[in-house]
């Protein structure tokens, strides 16, 4: 090696080593840093205890008599504050020592104002989602779309992508579109990929899930 080759070739390990710390310092900013800025967080008005309310505690109920059909075959989604009152109707006699069930009767109960939940898996309004064909013809567990709800003491963080208005529930936590648990995402494939797998894809018109 001559001289001449040897002070060529500095620059060029110099090169790669900027090249390599500039591509590490893109990957942790487009795969950490934007993800957790892209998002915002609120939690519900209410913490409310699936796991409280189940089939196995004292309240002893299943998931249809708060999440219900109407007979035309709509779905009720979150119950009213009128069924909250089957049970807990008077504060002086309250179930719990909590003090969100206090915060139920103070803010919500007793003006008769009714809880402003937020939704997870809310679709834009140009979506059609009906559950009677999930739920009641093709027999799909609520935890298969939505996660497991039953065992839950706490509602999960809402998170809200800044960009696109979605929740994380249907944009995805992965921003690769890479999803381990079927309920980790719910965009337009992910509802067509079901409909394929299930031997429906008559449903896999745009006029089926649009009206
Ligand atoms: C006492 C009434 C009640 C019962 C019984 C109940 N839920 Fe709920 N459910 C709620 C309320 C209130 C919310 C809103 C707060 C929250 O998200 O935790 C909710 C929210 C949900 C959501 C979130 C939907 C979304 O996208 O935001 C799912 C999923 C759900 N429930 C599933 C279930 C399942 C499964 C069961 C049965 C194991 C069940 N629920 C039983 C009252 C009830
Ligand atoms: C069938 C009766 C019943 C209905 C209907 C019911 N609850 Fe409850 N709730 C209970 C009982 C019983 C407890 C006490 C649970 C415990 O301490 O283990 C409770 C406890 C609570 C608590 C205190 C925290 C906790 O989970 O222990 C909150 C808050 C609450 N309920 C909110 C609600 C809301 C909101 C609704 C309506 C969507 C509702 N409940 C509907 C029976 C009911
Ligand atoms: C095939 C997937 C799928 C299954 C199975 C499913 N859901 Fe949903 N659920 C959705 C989607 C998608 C939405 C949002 C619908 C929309 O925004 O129009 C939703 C919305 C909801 C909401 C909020 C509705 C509202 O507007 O207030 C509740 C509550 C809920 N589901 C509970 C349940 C329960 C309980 C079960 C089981 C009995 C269940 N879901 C089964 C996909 C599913
Ligand atoms: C886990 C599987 C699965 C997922 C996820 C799923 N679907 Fe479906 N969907 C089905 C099956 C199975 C049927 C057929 C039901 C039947 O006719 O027996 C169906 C039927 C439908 C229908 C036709 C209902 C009718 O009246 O005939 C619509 C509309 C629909 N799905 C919309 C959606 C949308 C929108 C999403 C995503 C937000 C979605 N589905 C996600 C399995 C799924
Ligand atoms: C199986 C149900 C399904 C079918 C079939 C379907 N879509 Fe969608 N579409 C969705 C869902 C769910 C969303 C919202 C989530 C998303 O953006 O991926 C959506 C979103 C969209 C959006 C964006 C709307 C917005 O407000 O951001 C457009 C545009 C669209 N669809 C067009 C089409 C066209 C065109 C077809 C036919 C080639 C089609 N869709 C077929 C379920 C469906």
Redesign the pocket.
């Known amino acids: 090696m001559d001289a001449d080759s040897k002070k060529f070739s500095r620059p060029k390990i110099d090169g790669w080593i900027f090249f390599l710390v500039g591509l590490i310092a893109a990957l942790i900013v487009g795969w950490i840093v934007f993800p957790l800025v892209l998002y915002s967080e609120k939690s519900q008005p209410l913490s409310f205890s699936h796991s409280s309310h189940g089939p196995e505690s004292d309240a002893g109920l299943e ?2 008599e708060c ?1 219900f059909f109407y007979k035309d075959g709509t ?1 009720s ?2 119950p009213g504050i009128r069924k909250c009152m089957d049970c807990h109707e008077d504060p002086e006699s309250p179930l719990s020592e909590d003090p969100e069930e206090v915060k139920l009767f103070t803010d919500y109960v007793g003006p008769e104002k009714e809880i402003p939940w937020l ?1 997870y ?3 834009p309004d140009c ?1 059609y ?1 009906p ?1 009677i064909a ?2 009641k013809m093709a027999n ?3 935890k ?3 996660g497991d709800f039953a065992t839950r003491k706490t509602p999960p963080i809402y998170k809200v992508n800044r960009l696109t208005r979605y929740s994380i529930d249907i944009w995805g936590r992965n921003i690769a579109g890479y999803k381990k648990n079927t309920w980790d995402k ?1 965009k337009m494939d992910d509802c067509a990929d ?1 409909h394929k797998r299930k031997g429906k894809e008559n449903n896999n018109a745009c006029f089926v899930c649009h009206k």
Do not use: A
């Open positions: 998931c249809e999440h779905f989604g979150i939704i898996s809310r679709q979506v989602f559950h999930h739920v799909i567990e609520c298969v779309c939505h719910m079901c």
